[in-house]
């Protein structure tokens, strides 16, 4: 009898139950899953109508701060406040004299949370360019 409760012992370790893993992935895919567009979406804006094509620029020099019609900032892809940009910014400037920073807001914010911005890159020494949506040709 001793010999049967051995070797039921170690047939038992050989067995692994793969059911919790199985779990864990699935539960580990479905947050992968509901989290990843939630990094990837922007604001989404109704620029105004007009100005240039843009001139070919170094992608390193180039910042983008979006502005939203209730006042909500989102700094190169990341939800910021007015001063949390400014460090930012303040930063950056200081290592790249060259930068420059696009400004996105919507054709129906207030121009107050557009100033804000503005008058902090004038304070820096930042160059601004306002993004707008290109016109559409009448030839």
């Excluded at 990843?36 to 020099?61: A, F, I, V, W």
């Excluded at 911005?117 to 304070?123: A, F, G």
């Amino acid at each position: 009898m001793r010999r049967f409760s051995q070797r039921s012992s170690l047939v038992t370790l050989s067995e692994i139950n793969i059911t919790p893993l199985l779990d864990l992935a699935f539960v580990l895919l479905i947050i992968f899953v509901i989290t990843t567009p939630l990094l990837e979406q922007s604001l989404e804006l109704k620029l105004p109508k007009g100005g240039r094509p843009d001139r070919p620029m170094n992608e390193r020099d180039v910042h983008t701060v979006e502005i939203s019609s209730r006042g909500y900032y989102v700094f190169d892809g990341k939800p910021m406040t007015v001063a949390q940009i400014e460090k930012a910014l303040a930063n950056d400037a200081r290592v790249n004299p060259n930068l420059v920073l696009r400004i996105r807001a919507d054709k129906t914010t207030p121009y107050d949370f557009v100033f804000q911005v503005q008058d902090m890159c004038v304070n820096h020494g930042i160059k601004i360019s306002l993004r707008s949506e290109a016109r559409e040709s009448k030839r």
